[in-house]
């Protein structure tokens, strides 16, 4: 598990210097406002996510309200059918600094292994912030997984 965690922080600090903003469609964000996702890599949409791979993702949101904790799922949604994308750690204070202010403005970092075993397809990554069942933010965006 430290291994892990040590290259997902390698992993992040080169997306945060090699970052690329991502046009991407809000899906029901209710407890903030997303100012901007970068991913990293994403030259182009849709997003070319690499197998055996991290692509790392980071949000700047404002909120709405407090937030004193929060989770993160991350769906493949292939023919209208969530598929979860498995994350080892899917707390997202651990990726962001929590308990929130409404008002305040918050950077989201976190990443996902894609893995060997996923079929090259194109499809539509929903990527969810929640607090409860609620909604703080909510985006999806295009991906095609390739080798």
């Not at 029901?28 to 030259?43: E, F, H, R």
């Not at 055996?52 to 059918?81: L, P």
């Not at 899917?90 to 976190?110: K, W």
Request: with cysteine; aromatic share 8%; glycine share 6%.
């Amino acid at each position: 598990m430290k291994i892990f965690a040590v290259i997902t922080v390698l992993s992040l600090a080169v997306s945060w210097t090699n970052a690329d903003i991502v046009p991407v469609k809000d899906c029901g964000s209710v407890q903030g406002s997303i100012n901007k996702v970068d991913i990293t890599p994403c030259p182009s949409i849709p997003c070319p996510f690499k197998r055996n791979t991290f692509v790392n993702v980071t949000i700047n949101f404002a909120a709405k309200g407090s937030i004193s904790q929060a989770g993160t799922s991350v769906h493949g949604i292939i023919a209208d059918v969530p598929v979860p994308f498995p994350l080892p750690d899917d707390n997202a204070c651990h990726f962001m600094t929590c308990p929130i202010n409404q008002g305040d403005t918050v950077n989201y970092a976190n990443g996902i292994f894609v893995q060997e075993a996923y079929p090259k397809i194109t499809l539509i990554v929903k990527w969810e912030l929640l607090t409860g069942s609620t909604d703080i933010i909510c985006f999806t965006v295009p991906v095609t997984i390739t080798d």
